[in-house]
């Protein structure tokens, strides 16, 4: 059980990891094409 618990967590915590990159990433692209650059 606990085995199985912690490797869900992991696989979990990568993914948000991933996503809240993709997300700042996205933005930085956002902004910088607002600002013209």
């Given at each position: 059980?606990?085995?199985?618990?912690?490797?869900?967590?992991?696989?979990?915590?990568?993914?948000f990891?991933?996503?809240?990159i993709?997300?700042?990433?996205t933005?930085?692209?956002k902004?910088?094409q607002?600002?013209?650059?």
């Open positions: 059980k606990g085995a199985t618990i912690s490797g869900l967590n992991e696989m979990e915590h990568q993914g990891s991933s996503a809240l993709k997300g700042i990433t933005s930085t692209k902004i910088h607002f600002l013209g650059e």
